[in-house]
């Protein structure tokens, strides 16, 4: 099955060609950041204006790319939510537009889904054989971890060959999500947009303990063996830095060596606050529910050192908190294969598009049918 994959749900026009809902053809992403970089952060009526303009000749350019002509495509997906409603509209409404004109299936995709399909996207030009015959083996812990959401979940075989996993939230965020955080704290620190990539790029040589930040880990009790809160909350680690950053010496120069010294252990020492939170949650789940893989997706994942710290406590089966991991004895970590499977991308709205037309493809072959239709 050949499926269009289109998502418009922020700052990022992006279409995509995915076969059989993880061989990626093509995957085009035209990023609005330069244009929100002006700002600080995503103006949504600008983002929306944006999508308008561009999202036809990001169509067309992902199906010369995949080398695929319309009437070779088994169905059109998009993302109809979460994200900025201006954003979805334009996606969702050309989406179903050229469902009908072409007389295809339409697939409505949850955006945080598609997310958690991106570690089982394969890239065909960096994909080895091994990797590419390797189905994702359940029950698989996954963490997804964006600018707008930060969900755990729990993904357990699907009922029917090939049909969405089955899913139990186990943790979300209480307040902000961890790419919200990293924005926030791009910008209490003066670093660019988008924040996540700022930090970790002034993080390097950081020293990330001279600043013990509070990690919010949601728990009463001492003893770390027995928390059992997956949720999150990162607003305290926010205020904390913005009071970190008013008590230090103010309008040092860049030339100043110890100006960017401070720099680089401010966003050190954030990042760890962030990143010991986020994996220590993902790696008592999977142990918890005796994963055999753990899964890292949404634009945070990009972030080397929580990869790091994640692949370093599987691989050595010890954690700084718990001591011995006992995980399955043949788990696997997977993190998406290429960066742009990390941000977001329609290439993964095709993928869950995909497992979703599997569940019931009567359903959405017949969705022309006004009255028998519904998007939920
Ligand atoms: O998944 P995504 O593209 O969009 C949403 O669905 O929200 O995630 C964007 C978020 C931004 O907040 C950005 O700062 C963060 O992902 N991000 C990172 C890194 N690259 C992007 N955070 C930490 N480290 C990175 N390297
Ligand atoms: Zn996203």
Redesign the pocket.
Known sequence: MLILGIETS?DETAVAVVENGRRVLSNVIFSQIPLHQKTGGVVPEVAAREHTSSIIPVIKRALTEAGVAPKELSAIAATAGPGLIGCLLTGLTTAKTLALIWRKPFIPVD?IKG?LMSPWLLNPSGTSEKFASMTPRFPIVSLTA????NELVLLRAPRRRNGMPRLTILGQTLDDAA??A??KAARIMGLGY????A??QAAVGGNPHRYPLPRAWLEKGKNPRKWQNFSFSFSGLKSALLRLVESLPRNRPSSDVDGVRLQADLAASFQEAVNDVLATKLLLAAERYSAREIHLA???S??TDLREKIRRAVETRQHPLFGRLTFHKNITFRTPQTLSF???NAAMIASAGYFRYQQNPRRYSRWRNFEAYSDR
């Open positions: 922020c955006h997310h964006s600018g707008g959401h790419g919200e990293y924005d988008p924040g996540g990539p930090i970790s949404g634009g945070v990009a972030n990390c941000t977001d």
